[in-house]
């Protein structure tokens, strides 16, 4: 049974720095292109950022150089470094594992249940 698990959200001051964290367990994890998203309130869920299997990456505009994904796989471990918080990325944040491959969908990935970010200003 996959299973995937986000944590390190909270409540932290615009200009503050978070770490996500993605457990994820019942699948070859580094076959797998894995990705960010988040919710804000009121919205649609959105992409963040994308790590691929070969270790190459893809951001939002609105979180260049600002974040950053990265993946351990030996640990079977996602990661989103962000820091220069501000208000407007509060949203729930949601990591995701789709298998490796020309097409991709995400809608039937493995999705984590989420982790909510507060930036307050």
């Known amino acids: 049974q996959v299973q995937l698990v986000e944590s390190g959200g909270g409540s932290v001051q615009a200009g503050g720095s978070l770490r996500l964290s993605c457990v994820a367990s019942g699948l070859v994890f580094s076959s797998y292109d894995l990705g960010w998203f988040r919710q804000p309130p009121g919205k649609y869920r959105e992409g963040v950022a994308v790590?691929?299997?070969?270790?190459?990456?893809t951001y939002a505009d609105f979180v260049t150089g600002r974040f950053t994904i990265y993946r351990d796989n030996d640990k079977n471990t996602l990661y989103l470094e962000m820091s220069s918080l501000k208000p407007e990325d509060t949203a729930m944040y949601y990591c995701?594992?789709?298998?490796?491959?020309?097409?991709?969908?995400?809608?039937?990935?493995?999705w984590g249940p989420g982790t909510q970010v507060t930036v307050s200003s």
């Open positions: 790590i691929e299997s070969d270790g190459s990456t």
């Open positions: 995701a594992a789709v298998q490796s491959g020309p097409l991709v969908n995400w809608a039937s990935g493995y």
